[in-house]
């Protein structure tokens, strides 16, 4: 159930917050003083796209935020995200200037695409494109299949899973039946790939290993050359000093002569003499190394052939050397399942034949279901429909099955007919529906499917387009009796309507400075009387309107 709404900056509202309770609350106003805003602000909630044309001018951005009683249907949904349970749930969302968006549930950021996810949980908009979306007949075997219990929802979801299946099977199929001749080209391109690539038989960490040595090798002479003269300095000097390691020990034997005058002198000479023996070491390794780090021409040119060899690889097969042998692992499993192509055939036409019966016999359970759903829909519908004062309006669903025709849905397709006077053949609802009859064959709907549907909102905005009288009177009557079931709110033109209501909103457009915006106050039971009045079309001098319009707010106290 929504509790409260705040809306701020978008379009002609600087500001809002209104507080809902559960019930039947109504929003008027005049046309055009943008009743159909607040819809659309709730909307952006529901995961509805955002556009910046709704961000008021001279605003950085616009911002929705609801408080709705904790949605248990989606209490499964929410846990998966992490969002903790709560009494209320906050859910916000901020279209910025330069077109993003960011959206909030629990104070957790979330993406639109969850917020269309939990949006059908929480509530349910029926507007001027529901009637063309019950218009369209691809929309009246989602419609028929709401009214099925648990074991047809087990059916059909098991009917989908079946026929998903089969479409992957026929996938499979269809690959393996290509021409002969490109399946060989194919082993054949993949055989001279995993041989190119297993020829080379590169090691995941060969490629470090080689430019190293490669970078050995090409600077081999340079790298000798620094050895020798580094030992040759340390050893024989020049003609006119000796070698460091010569002067070093020189320096060592005059340390090692004061020694015995101070304690600490003796730490510093041992500390010399320790150096000294090191740096001996280092020089014998110095000349060592340098004797066997010969240049190797040959083994350079092989390194160097072996990395343009990778690099060709890696051009051809992927990015590292992992890669290359992932690629040549999938060449083996595609290679050995082109081979077996005979054998994974008639295992893929086994199970195909297996799926067409399973998905044929379950389309014939969802069938015969369905057959039993319309029945009851059709009663159903005609007894709404007699209470909106379409008392002689027939109702038929049109339930065609085409076994060769399987779907995900089974193999069913429906169309709603009616006939709204007597002796009219029934046609379908595009051909002779008028907006006032669709209006309240969706309020039909709609009340039937409350009743097992868990959607604890339920917007209608202007469903009493096309309708006025005693018919009017009857669809506030019902929509008052859906407010038993649910919380529903309606934008609504008749008096009739709104006086039905628990709860009242009015909303007008004003002009403040040289802004226009948009306010919207709850109505006292005074208001609500001066807002009817002005709704039946009275300044409030004809003492008669202002009796009625007292006596429809008095019917509900």
Not at 60 to 86: C, H, K, Q, R, T
Not at 116 to 121: A, N, R, T
Not at 269 to 288: C, G, P
Not at 357 to 382: N, Y
């Amino acid at each position: 159930m929504l509790k409260e709404l705040q809306i701020e900056d978008f379009a002609l509202i600087d500001s809002m917050q209104l507080s809902f309770d559960a019930g039947f609350s109504v929003l008027t106003g005049e046309t055009g003083a943008g009743k159909s805003i607040i819809i659309d602000a709730l909307s952006l909630l529901l995961g509805q796209r955002a556009s910046t044309e709704m961000i008021r001018s001279g605003a950085d951005s616009a911002i929705v935020e609801a408080s709705f009683a904790y949605p248990n249907s989606a209490a499964a949904l929410l846990e998966e995200w992490g969002i903790d349970g709560a009494e209320d749930l906050v859910i916000s969302r901020i279209v910025h200037r330069n077109g993003r968006s960011k959206c909030r549930i629990g104070g957790r950021l979330v993406s639109v695409a969850q917020l269309s996810e939990l949006g059908p949980h929480m509530v349910d908009v029926l507007g001027q494109h529901h009637q063309q979306y019950l218009l369209a007949s691809e929309a009246h075997l989602e419609l028929l299949d709401s009214f099925g219990d648990q074991q047809f929802c087990d059916a059909k979801e098991e009917m989908a899973r079946k026929y998903r299946r089969l479409q992957d099977t026929d996938r499979q199929l269809q690959t393996l039946r290509q021409d002969e001749r490109e399946r060989l080209r194919r082993m054949d391109l993949l055989q001279f790939q995993l041989e190119e690539i297993e020829a080379a038989g590169f090691a995941e960490d060969e490629e470090e290993a080689l430019r190293q040595e490669e970078s050995r090798l090409s600077n081999a002479e340079r790298i000798q050359n620094t050895l020798y003269s580094t030992y040759a300095a340390m050893h024989d000097g020049t003609e006119t000093h000796g070698g460091i390691l010569e002067m070093l020990s020189q320096i060592a034997s005059e340390l090692a002569s004061i020694q015995d005058c101070d304690d600490d002198l003796k730490s510093m000479a041992d500390m010399f003499q320790d150096s000294l023996v090191q740096l001996e070491e280092v020089s014998r390794d110095l000349r060592t190394f340098a004797e066997r780090y010969e240049s190797d021409p040959e083994r350079l040119s092989v390194v160097a052939e072996r990395l343009r060899l990778l690099h060709d690889l890696k051009r051809k097969y992927g990015d590292t050397i992992a890669e290359i042998n992932a690629y040549a692992e999938g060449c083996r499993e595609e290679l050995e399942t082109l081979s077996k192509h005979s054998q994974h055939m008639d295992e893929l036409e086994d199970q195909q034949r297996r799926l067409q019966d399973q998905c044929g016999q379950l389309a014939a359970k969802l069938s015969s279901h369905r057959a039993a759903l319309a029945e009851t829909l059709e009663s159903r519908v005609e007894e709404e429909l007699a209470d909106l004062n379409m008392k002689k309006t027939v109702f038929r669903v049109d339930l065609e099955s085409d076994n060769a025709g399987l779907s995900a849905t089974g193999c069913d397709s429906v169309e709603f007919k009616i006939s709204a006077n007597v002796g009219e053949e029934l046609k379908p609802l595009s051909k002779v529906a008028s907006g006032g009859e669709l209006s309240r064959i969706m309020l039909a709907l709609k009340a039937i499917l409350s009743r097992v549907d868990s959607v604890p909102t339920l917007v209608f905005d202007e469903v009493d387009t096309g309708i006025g009288g005693r018919t009017a009177h009857n669809v506030a009557e019902k929509l008052r009796t859906l407010a038993q079931q649910a919380q529903v709110l309606c934008v609504t033109h008749l008096p009739v309507i709104a006086g039905q209501a628990d709860q009242q909103y009015s909303i007008e457009k004003e002009i403040v400075g040289e802004r226009t915006r948009v306010t919207v106050q709850p109505l006292s039971d005074q208001g609500r009387v001066t807002e009817l009045i002005r709704m039946l079309g009275s300044d409030g001098r004809d003492q008669a309107v202002v009796e009625h319009a007292r006596s429809l707010v008095k019917k509900l106290h």
